[in-house]
């Protein structure tokens, strides 16, 4: 059955008509060009499609994008202010916590929300921040020093 | 697939759209177990009824001398509220193994009773803690004793309409003591091969304890013969905390598959049991 909805999207308010079993994650990339997010395993197992909905991280594969109308939803592509990366993003850069990049976006979110949660962890509290984010390449030791690194650039400022 | 989606915005709301909709009909809190089951191109359509965002179903309060937890409130409200203190500390380290931080933040407690896996994470602390879950259809409600909810893998007594709204929690005997072990091989993102809580507590001396075991058995399960064997007893030392265990060991049932055998599962149950009643005890001292 048809729906239509409205998202908002890093901000913007977006129409759209979509079916009721389509899924966030699906509607992101397919209908707003949103390509940053990825459909990992489509079972909230991987974390490559992690957004901030409603200011939570969640496995957006889990989500109905009927179900997200009403609530703020905060995908990669927000997450730096026009050419202006994120502390998180110049970090990654900074410490090549980046290899082949498929993870990175579902962990960036999920790195702003430990960060949005806890402004200064300890190393432990982002490994756990992120165990539900799978990373084939890096063994995810530069993606914690880069977490880490951008918690002390913030310096407590969320952002 | 899903042929409609609708949400409620109240309980009353909740069951009218149940009655009106074309069934078969579901109820969508977080998703997380609904969305591997229902495969969402190829199936019988079905109607969601939305139920993630009714007042009616959410929040942790104190209720009489315990607790009310609403059915849909998620795993990560359920871990990180400051009423899970003392006896309640069990049912919080249980929401906090499940899945993932994204995971957590959909998957509702209720959601993990409803689909009465073997091996879900919040029931043996549920159980321990003598937890009831309060079930409202547009006939009526009723409550029912966690004891008696699950009846087999997938399966409880819930009836066609019937939606878990709250789960009440008795106080916990005073000054009681739990321990948590959900034996797995990932930290996160896996089920229990093995899963054990107990609850203690002295009352006049004697030991009143709870030991409730899931992932070995078609339902998640109290080990009866086992705390009867405590009650009889006067104290908890070495000899009868490995009785204990042992009893806890022959209460379980488990299968093998492709987190374990039988035969594996069952020994763990005599040490995990063993572990969990030793460091229950330890805090108690």
Known sequence: MHKEITLVVNHQRYSLTVESDELLIDVLRDNLGLTGEKKGCATGDCGACTVILAGRPVTSCLVLAAAAEGKAIETIEGLQRGEQLHPLQQAFLDFGAVQCGYCIPGVLMMSKAILDDNPRPTPEDVRAGLSGNL???TGYGQIVEAVIAASRMMDGVKR | MIQNYVRAHSLQEALSLYEQSERPVRWLAGGTDLFLKLPLVKSAPVTVVDISDVPELLGIEPSGAGLRIGAATKMADVARSPLMTAGYEILAQGALVVGSPQIRNLATLGG??????PSADTSGPLLCL?????LVSARGERTVPLTEFFLGPGKTVMEEGELMTSLRLPAPPTAARGCYIRHTVR?????AIVGVSV???RLDGVPD?????WAVAPTPIRASEAEEFLKQTAKLDNATIREAARLAQEAARPISDIRGSAAYRKEMVGRLTDRALRQASAALA
């Open chain 1, 135 to 137: 990373c084939r390449c």
């Open chain 2, 112 to 117: 993990n009773l409803c689909n009465a896996s």
């Open chain 2, 130 to 134: 003598d937890a009831e879950a309060r």
């Open chain 2, 187 to 191: 930290a996160a993102l896996d089920l």
């Open chain 2, 199 to 201: 609850l203690l507590a």
């Open chain 2, 209 to 213: 304890t709870r030991i409730a075991l």
